[in-house]
């Protein structure tokens, strides 16, 4: 049995980064994750430019390695297309030049992209990475903190301070953490691969397409190195119950009868399996630590409620979490007051953007406003920019919550 103060459980983007911030400040950790790396994670692929921001805090040369990767191409933004039909561009950076700038986001499988973290991590001494270890149990220990066990119960690791990093389906996160899969606040996902999607955008931008017949749902073509697109739709699981909405058939009926897509689609070959996922949103503040564990990345739902992002959220809590774990060691207090300390940091970094996405959301189910705004942006430079402006300046993404706004735009 490995004796550990630290264990992360789950070596994706939050386990990754929070065991990576623990080794800058000279904390060893003990990572494990049932999986052996490279492994794939069903997931949109699109690292924003918070991803950026946050591999340059872990090390400043690591968005330009991930750069370099033939696995990873740039991309500068996302096209929204209204239920109209009407696009609205909004680009990662304003005015940005492709062949000057450094790219604001990327696109990688996750096969990929978590593959390019777990090599960080083999290069740190200070972690101690243990592959296709599959903990099921969790015991709080006489001493305090917790021992993990196997299916079978032998116990595998007993640590001061758990990291539950583990992704979506955490058994953790619902049965010791008690935090439930609240419908209204959760969503159903499908992705697959196509091979040969016709008329991809030159710079990489990311398409999310809000078809009338699909809402509160949307439908996303994500291009991919090698002439591959990541496809697929989500919707929320209280909509998907209440409307009895089959995801994969409405998937492919898109695909097939949608004027436009049908002929993009025309000459692509499908070259995965359709497979699903759970989005648990962070459109809801929960408490997201307690004695001696914390919630990281899916695991503590903090994934973005409008555009589904979550590895940067992810990635933001394993930096938090790496904060507080040193504070813990330090104070030599595990207590569920003090590692309070990370909720309040996580949501004061996410909080405001979370809510403001909340909003978002809710502009679909009215969606003959949703179009009007797309509809005079793709018309209106300065709307549009104003709006790409938004998306990166949370102040000025106040102004979505306000009626003032719509009347402006309606009535103008």
């Not at 959220?313 to 595990?334: P, V």
């Not at 809710?362 to 402006?389: G, H, M, R």
């Amino acid at each position: 049995m490995h004796n550990t103060d630290i264990c992360i459980v789950g070596a994706g983007p939050a386990g990754a980064t929070a065991a990576l911030h623990l080794a800058n400040k000279g904390i060893p950790s003990l990572l494990i994750d049932k999986a052996s790396f490279p492994r794939d994670k069903v997931c949109g692929d699109a690292l924003s430019g918070k991803v950026v921001n946050e591999l340059r805090r872990i090390s400043p040369d690591l968005p330009a390695q991930l750069g370099e990767l033939q696995e990873a191409m740039p991309s500068w933004g996302i096209h929204f297309i209204s239920p109209g039909g009407h696009k609205l561009s909004v680009p990662f950076k304003y005015n940005y030049q492709p062949d000057q700038d450094t790219p604001a986001g990327y696109i990688s499988k996750r096969i990929h992209f978590d593959n390019f973290l777990v090599q960080q991590v083999r290069q740190r001494p200070e972690v101690k990475f243990l592959e296709q270890v599959d903990v099921v149990k969790y015991k709080p220990a006489a001493e305090g903190g917790y021992v993990l066990s196997d299916k079978q119960g032998q116990p595998l690791v007993q640590t001061k301070l758990l990291l539950m990093a583990n992704g979506a389906q955490s058994g953790f996160t619902r049965h010791v953490a008690g935090l439930d899969q609240e419908p209204e606040h959760y969503c159903a996902g499908l992705r697959t691969y196509y091979k040969g999607v016709s008329d991809m955008d030159a710079d990489g931008f990311i398409e999310l397409h809000f078809f009338k017949d699909f809402l509160p749902g949307y439908f996303w073509v994500f291009p991919l190195p090698g002439g591959y697109a990541n496809v697929g739709v989500g919707m929320l699981s209280s909509a998907v119950s209440r409307k009895k909405v089959n995801l994969k058939k409405e998937m492919l009926c898109m695909i097939e009868t949608h004027p436009e897509l049908q002929r993009r689609f025309a000459k692509a070959e499908l070259v995965d399996e359709i497979r699903g996922f759970g989005l648990p949103l962070g459109s809801k503040k929960r408490t997201i630590s307690g004695d001696n564990y914390m919630l990281l990345g899916d695991a503590g739902a903090l994934i973005d409620p409008f555009t589904g992002e979550g590895i940067s959220n992810a990635m933001i809590s394993g930096r938090w979490a790496a904060e507080q774990a040193a504070k813990c060691l330090e104070q030599q207090d595990f207590s569920a007051a003090f590692m309070h300390g990370y909720d309040k940091a996580v949501y004061n970094r996410l909080w405001k953007e979370l809510k403001l996405s909340r909003q978002m959301q809710k502009l679909l189910n009215y969606p003959w406003l949703f179009d009007k705004v797309a509809s005079k942006a793709s018309k209106n430079q300065a709307l549009a920019e104003t709006i790409s402006c938004m998306f990166n300046d949370l102040d000025l993404r106040e102004r979505l919550k306000q009626p003032s706004f719509y009347a402006k735009l309606l009535f103008d």
